[in-house]
């Protein structure tokens, strides 16, 4: 009862853990696409800005250089002297309303050309001269209407005397231009409120996505530390005991005391063979296992480990059926191959009742060559069947306990398989029992 309440309190602080830094992922995520946004929503504003500027400056420029290149007058259109030749050259202005105006005033800041101006006038007549202004682009609002404007100073020389030597402003109405503006950043800010939360969708499901193999790893990372510490807290505990006890006994003789000698060192033997299966795994998990892959045929990787168990299964009156007969070259690690079949064999030996059969037999699939390791012993449920491989996971733990299992030796079987770019999987042996079968790539056929 402790024990199930000590993993229930373990698993409510996993879940606290997983749900913190689901919600750190989707800050993360959300502020990324946050982020993005923004930042392509200035860039498309600015260039937009820009480009419509840059426009209406195009228009301002060639208003200036109209003026300060105005067209030279000839001889016999000055006869009535130089009043007269201004009323001969008229200030060009746009048939287009507001779009461009020109003001020109004397150095004293005098408007020059009210007459010229028509209408327009009662807008820009409050339009004072500031010299400061000179050959500078600026935008101002008049009677709500939104201007650009140049002041520029023509020369003396200037070829049209109605801007020799005074100061000209081109006004460009830009009502137009400033609306598309603010509809465009209207939509724009539409449009981001519309991908925010889209974004927010978005951010969510990457999280699920992106955190479920990791938080997966990290409930397998948390369960594989406490099932290990608590296979290796019973052998300490068992050890830490005997030693305890016999130091009670400090006259008595290794003789009498041999048990639980014995004992303890059933004990350390279980510990050495769960640290090394810890080993093997960490190792497998960093894959810095360096496999020693060698073009060979079955018989010679088959034959070592079956044989000690012939013996052995022999002593424990079962039947041991073995049926290799595929001649074919596999690209395999000798070694590592080796473990795996005595891990099987060993499962086989363990859960085969008396007169039981035990069966290694091989087959062709395809381009796959199958090992498969049978037995008649009680089976294995569906729902085991998914669980078999993980772990320190145990069908009959208590079973396991009595046969010095650790639950370890199906997950390194797994690990040896998928090192090979093979597969593993189990299923019923009819009538009874239970059939592992290991799938290894074929490198050709004899």
Do not use: C
């Not at 309303?97 to 004397?106: A, E, K």
């Not at 093997?280 to 034959?303: G, H, I, M, V, Y």
């Amino acid at each position: 009862m402790l024990g199930i309440f000590s993993k229930m309190k373990r698993k409510t602080r996993l879940n606290k853990i997983t749900r913190r830094q689901s919600a750190r992922q989707f800050i993360l995520v959300m502020m990324t696409f946050a982020i993005l946004f923004i930042s392509l929503g200035m860039i498309v504003y600015n260039s937009f800005s820009t480009s419509t500027y840059s426009s209406i400056d195009r228009d301002i420029k060639a208003q200036v250089n109209m003026i300060r290149h105005s067209p030279n007058m000839h001889p016999d259109n000055e006869p009535h002297g130089p009043e007269q030749a201004k009323r001969n050259h008229p200030i060009p202005q746009p048939n287009a309303p507001f779009q461009t105006s020109i003001l020109i005033y004397n150095n004293s800041g005098k408007l020059l050309n009210k007459a010229s101006l028509g209408n327009r006038y009662t807008v820009l007549k409050n339009l004072p001269l500031r010299k400061n202004d000179l050959n500078v682009k600026k935008n101002i609002v008049i009677s709500n209407m939104n201007f650009r404007i140049k002041l520029i100073h023509a020369s003396k020389n200037n070829k049209n005397p109605v801007y020799a030597g005074n100061y000209i402003m081109v006004v460009q109405n830009i009502d137009n231009q400033m609306q598309a503006l603010e509809n465009f950043e209207r939509i724009l800010i539409i449009s981001f409120a519309l991908f925010w939360l889209i974004s927010l969708i978005l951010s969510y499901l990457l999280t699920r996505f992106t955190m479920r193999p990791i938080i997966k790893s990290w409930k397998q990372q948390s369960e594989f530390v406490n099932d290990a510490a608590h296979e290796l807290r019973t052998p300490l505990a068992i050890i830490q005991g005997k030693l305890e006890y016999m130091l009670t006994k400090p006259n008595d003789t290794i003789i009498d005391e041999a048990e639980q000698i014995s004992v303890s060192l059933d004990e350390v033997n279980r510990l050495n063979s769960l640290t090394n299966s810890l080993l093997d795994l960490a190792r497998a998990d960093q894959s810095s296992t360096k496999l020693d892959f060698k073009e060979t045929n079955p018989e010679f990787f088959l034959t070592d480990p079956i044989k000690p168990f012939t013996d052995i299964i022999n002593s424990q009156e079962k039947v041991f059926q073995i049926d290799i007969k595929q001649n074919v070259v596999l690209n395999v690690d000798r070694d590592k191959i080796k473990q795996l079949l005595i891990i099987l064999l060993d499962n086989a030996t363990k859960y085969t009742p008396k007169h039981g059969t035990i069966g290694v037999s091989d087959n062709i699939e395809g381009n796959k060559y199958q090992i498969m390791v049978s037995d008649t012993g009680v089976g294995i449920s569906d729902d085991d069947k998914k669980k078999i491989f993980g772990r320190f996971y145990r069908v009959d733990k208590s079973r396991n306990k009595n046969s010095g299992g650790h639950g370890l030796g199906l997950s390194i079987a797994e690990q040896i398989v998928h090192a090979h770019h093979g597969k593993i999987f189990v299923r019923d042996n009819v009538p009874v029992g239970t059939i592992f079968i290991v799938e290894l790539p074929i490198k050709h056929k004899k």
